[in-house]
């Protein structure tokens, strides 16, 4: 069990650029949230799945972002046509229901867009 | 809607002062309540919880107590550390509903020996 993994750690990009993250759960979780995190504040829930089914997706989540999670095992979150307020830390997290869904978050990647 | 509110920080003790962070939340239904903690440089970590009115939540010398007649979770410690020092998040979720985590802006504690 190496705990949930997010790559890239950090990202630079220019505003209108597309952006991909990747989030690997731990293995045999079923279920794997988005969070997006601004300085100071707390994190806000983006989406969230159950294997491979989106089940809810907050009203933060414009247009532009989309969110796949195709065999039910790692997920990718893509930003395109990025905006400056976009720049965030984006974490993930993992849950099953033998642990009572209880949320394991990876460290987060940072995105910063100028 | 769903909400939890905490005490601003910086909070700064003494090691070895007892540290209390209030949290106070605003839910339908009967939400389970959680700490999380967010060392430097690292990822949130689950510090404790608890599920149901009453029950006591703890972990590491942390305890919380799910009080619903006041709708609170107030972290405490009766000894702080230096290694305590991190950023604290309140945090709620209906597990009837959705389990999706509804986190407070976090409680930045400082420690100094």
């Known amino acids: 069990d190496t705990g949930v993994s997010q790559n890239p750690r950090h990202k630079i990009t220019k505003r209108g650029q597309n952006v991909t993250f990747r989030c690997d759960p731990i293995s045999e979780h079923n279920r794997l949230y988005w969070y997006r995190q601004t300085l100071g504040q707390g994190p806000e829930f983006l989406t969230y799945?159950?294997?491979?089914?989106?089940?809810?997706k907050s009203r933060l989540l414009s247009d532009r972002f989309s969110a796949e999670r195709p065999k039910g095992s790692f997920s990718t979150l893509e930003i395109q046509r990025t905006e400056q307020g976009d720049s965030a830390m984006y974490l993930c997290?993992?849950?099953?229901?033998?642990?009572?869904?209880?949320?394991?978050f990876g460290p987060g990647t940072r995105l910063t867009v100028t | 809607g769903n909400s939890v509110t905490q005490m601003e920080g910086p909070v700064t003790l003494s090691e070895e002062a007892f540290l209390t962070i209030n949290c106070t939340y605003t839910?339908?239904?009967?939400?389970?309540l959680f700490w999380y903690v967010q060392y430097p440089g690292e990822g949130l970590q689950l510090l404790l919880k608890a599920t149901k009115a009453d029950d006591k939540g703890s972990n590491k010398g942390f305890e919380a107590t799910y009080r619903k007649e006041t709708t609170s979770f107030h972290l405490e410690k009766g000894s702080v550390q230096v290694s305590d020092s991190a950023v604290y998040f309140c945090?709620?979720?209906?597990?009837?509903?959705?389990?999706?985590?509804?986190f407070g802006t976090g409680t930045r504690l400082q420690v100094f020996p």
């Open positions: 839910a339908t239904g009967y939400p389970s």
């Open positions: 945090a709620l979720s209906d597990l009837y509903n959705t389990d999706k985590l509804i």
């Open positions: 799945f159950q294997n491979e089914a989106q089940l809810e």
């Open positions: 997290a993992s849950s099953s229901p033998g642990q009572g869904y209880e949320q394991y």
